[in-house]
């Protein structure tokens, strides 16, 4: 408990220098307004902003960027009670019911619960972070070269079966990139792989290139293409404090869904939406009028809203502690991460103590910003629905394109986004997921290094990957999720997804 309480003071005393204590309010405000703005999304936010962290120290990125993500959980909340327009995914269960509330004139009464759920829970959320990081690094310092390849490799299965669509068109994806992993100087000999010559390629993919194109630009292109819908925003939202019979109906619900997505996030896959969904669900089951759920129920917003913004802060648990990226945002953030030196695992803890305490308080304070600025501020929010969308994406064109180069004065990286951005907007025409390239393209250099780590010391045999039981139990358990994933029932479902996207 005292070496808890000792790390939390360095946390703090990191979080609160000033340059820090800017770029997390910058990343609470960002986050929230992209959270409120439908179709942009804190993955396209992140891959756009990526460069510009460059110039900060590595834990003030971090900390820029983790407040893009968990306040998106904020800013979707807004419009999603207000105009029954979910900014993000996770707020669409939001929806059913704050918007519902809203109708009846209890719309400042949702957006306060939601409000006071995040805050409690994403406090929660950052307790269990502190709680359960230390001894998950100590348990991964002591895995072996072979441990880690079948955990790269349950990664990438999971990349491919917790996507949407195709499963067929999924492993396409992951096995680009990888290959585009493989792509630059052999990690031991410096030989050139799959350059074709190319100097410029020596090096590698560039992760904010890549990521830039393929989910800020592509983003752009898809959002232009669809038909812009402008709300019909009440100037009604009335008192913004729930009373104490609110109160009372949303303390359980608030519980289970702290309780919940801090489970949930941990867990590979997109945890802030499927959390705030298994919330909802959880909620109706044990309510003893579920009839009065998806017309204005006060659980159906407290509980979902705790349970997105407890497993948003969760969710870095795997990337800190083992370095595997859960989802594709993690993956943004890792990439992040090893831009500015620092390698995401279970050293991070004992290398870069400042980087690591310094973003779990930054998630507390975060928290706090959320809540003081977000409630005063609705109606400037709720204002930004009502710009349209063709005088907002030539700025945002203009941030990539000066982000970018500003990084390594190289115009080829510029040409290189829009390519990317093209190949990202025909891959979502013809319905290919690009998350699971991205995740393969993180986890493909990963993966590399542990085979070949492995060979090494086993002098070349691979009985080392199937000797070792933890080993067998991780690539059993691979094998089983693919195999699950070819049932019949899960195919639907995702053929299911797919259409709805």
Same mark, same amino acid.
């Given at each position: 408990?005292?070496?808890?309480?000792?790390?939390?003071?360095?946390?703090?005393? %990191?979080?609160?220098?000033?340059?820090?204590?800017?770029?997390?309010?910058?990343?609470?405000?960002?986050?929230?307004?992209?959270?409120?703005?439908?179709?942009?999304?804190?993955?396209?936010?992140?891959?756009?902003?990526?460069?510009?962290?460059?110039?900060?120290?590595?834990?003030?990125? =971090?900390?820029?960027?983790?407040?893009?993500?968990?306040?998106?959980?904020?800013?979707?909340?807004?419009?999603?009670?207000?105009?029954?327009?979910?900014?993000?995914?996770?707020?669409?269960?939001?929806?059913?019911?704050?918007?519902?509330?809203?109708?009846?004139?209890?719309?400042?009464?949702?957006?306060?619960?939601?409000?006071?759920?995040?805050?409690?829970?994403?406090?929660?959320?950052?307790?269990? %972070?502190?709680?359960?990081?230390?001894?998950?690094?100590?348990?991964?310092?002591?895995?072996?070269?072979?441990?880690?390849?079948?955990?790269?490799?349950?990664?990438?299965?999971?990349?491919?079966?917790?996507?949407?669509?195709?499963?067929?068109?999924?492993?396409?994806?992951?096995?680009?990139?990888?290959?585009?992993?493989?792509?630059?100087?052999?990690?031991?000999?410096?030989?050139?792989?799959?350059?074709?010559?190319?100097?410029?390629?020596?090096?590698?993919?560039?992760?904010?290139?890549?990521?830039?194109?393929?989910?800020?630009?592509?983003?752009?292109?898809?959002?232009?293409?669809?038909?812009?819908?402008?709300?019909?925003?009440?100037?009604?939202?009335?008192?913004?404090?729930?009373?104490?019979?609110?109160?009372?109906?949303?303390?359980?619900?608030?519980?289970?869904?702290?309780?919940?997505?801090?489970?949930?996030?941990?867990?590979?896959?997109?945890?802030?939406?499927?959390?705030?969904?298994?919330?909802?669900?959880?909620?109706?089951?044990?309510?003893?009028?579920?009839?009065?759920?998806?017309?204005?129920?006060?659980?159906?917003?407290?509980?979902?809203?705790?349970?997105?913004?407890?497993?948003?802060?969760?969710?870095? %648990?795997?990337?800190?502690?083992?370095?595997?990226?859960?989802?594709?945002?993690?993956?943004?953030?890792?990439?992040?991460?090893?831009?500015?030196?620092?390698?995401?695992?279970?050293?991070? =803890?004992?290398?870069?103590?400042?980087?690591?305490?310094?973003?779990?308080?930054?998630?507390?304070?975060?928290?706090?910003?959320?809540?003081?600025?977000?409630?005063?501020?609705?109606?400037?929010?709720?204002?930004?629905?009502?710009?349209?969308?063709?005088?907002?994406?030539?700025? =945002?064109?203009?941030?990539?394109?000066?982000?970018?180069?500003?990084?390594?004065?190289?115009?080829?990286?510029?040409?290189?986004?829009?390519?990317?951005?093209?190949?990202?907007?025909?891959?979502?025409?013809?319905?290919?997921?690009?998350?699971?390239?991205?995740?393969?393209?993180?986890?493909?250099?990963?993966?590399?290094?542990?085979?070949?780590?492995?060979?090494?010391?086993?002098?070349?045999?691979?009985?080392?990957?199937?000797?070792?039981?933890?080993?067998?139990?991780?690539?059993?358990?691979?094998?089983?999720?693919? %195999?699950?994933?070819?049932?019949?029932?899960?195919?639907?479902?995702?053929?299911?997804?797919?259409?709805?996207?």
């Amino acid at each position: 408990m005292t070496d808890l309480l000792q790390h939390l003071q360095l946390g703090f005393s %990191v979080v609160f220098s000033f340059q820090n204590l800017f770029l997390c309010l910058v990343g609470c405000l960002v986050g929230t307004l992209i959270g409120v703005l439908p179709g942009i999304g804190p993955l396209a936010t992140i891959a756009i902003l990526m460069p510009l962290t460059y110039s900060a120290d590595p834990a003030g990125a =971090i900390i820029m960027l983790a407040g893009i993500y968990y306040g998106a959980q904020y800013g979707g909340s807004t419009t999603a009670i207000l105009v029954n327009m979910p900014g993000e995914s996770s707020s669409v269960v939001t929806a059913l019911d704050g918007h519902a509330m809203a109708r009846q004139g209890r719309a400042g009464k949702a957006l306060g619960i939601a409000a006071i759920g995040s805050f409690i829970a994403g406090s929660f959320a950052t307790l269990v %972070v502190a709680a359960v990081a230390i001894p998950l690094s100590r348990l991964a310092l002591g895995l072996t070269a072979g441990n880690y390849f079948s955990l790269m490799l349950l990664g990438l299965t999971l990349a491919i079966v917790l996507g949407s669509g195709s499963l067929l068109k999924a492993f396409c994806m992951l096995l680009i990139g990888v290959t585009m992993a493989l792509v630059g100087a052999d990690q031991i000999t410096g030989e050139a792989r799959l350059t074709f010559g190319s100097q410029v390629l020596y090096d590698g993919f560039d992760m904010a290139v890549v990521a830039m194109g393929l989910f800020g630009i592509a983003e752009i292109l898809r959002n232009l293409g669809a038909s812009e819908r402008q709300p019909f925003v009440d100037n009604v939202v009335g008192g913004l404090l729930p009373d104490k019979q609110d109160i009372k109906d949303s303390a359980g619900a608030i519980a289970r869904g702290s309780l919940l997505g801090s489970i949930i996030g941990i867990i590979p896959g997109n945890g802030a939406t499927l959390s705030s969904f298994a919330s909802y669900v959880l909620e109706k089951k044990l309510s003893k009028h579920p009839e009065t759920f998806g017309k204005g129920a006060i659980q159906g917003v407290a509980g979902p809203e705790s349970a997105n913004n407890a497993a948003a802060q969760t969710t870095f %648990v795997p990337l800190l502690t083992l370095g595997l990226p859960s989802t594709a945002t993690m993956a943004l953030v890792g990439g992040a991460m090893t831009l500015h030196g620092v390698v995401p695992g279970p050293q991070v =803890i004992d290398m870069h103590p400042e980087l690591f305490w310094g973003v779990v308080t930054s998630m507390w304070l975060g928290n706090l910003m959320l809540v003081i600025i977000n409630l005063p501020l609705i109606g400037v929010w709720v204002k930004f629905l009502k710009v349209p969308y063709h005088l907002l994406f030539p700025t =945002i064109i203009l941030l990539c394109c000066v982000g970018i180069y500003s990084v390594n004065s190289r115009p080829t990286d510029v040409l290189m986004v829009a390519g990317f951005g093209l190949a990202g907007y025909l891959l979502y025409r013809l319905k290919f997921d690009p998350t699971p390239l991205l995740l393969g393209l993180v986890l493909g250099g990963m993966l590399e290094d542990s085979l070949r780590r492995g060979l090494i010391l086993s002098r070349g045999s691979f009985w080392t990957f199937v000797s070792d039981p933890l080993t067998l139990v991780l690539l059993g358990l691979s094998a089983v999720i693919v %195999v699950s994933a070819l049932s019949p029932s899960i195919s639907r479902g995702r053929k299911v997804l797919s259409e709805d996207e």
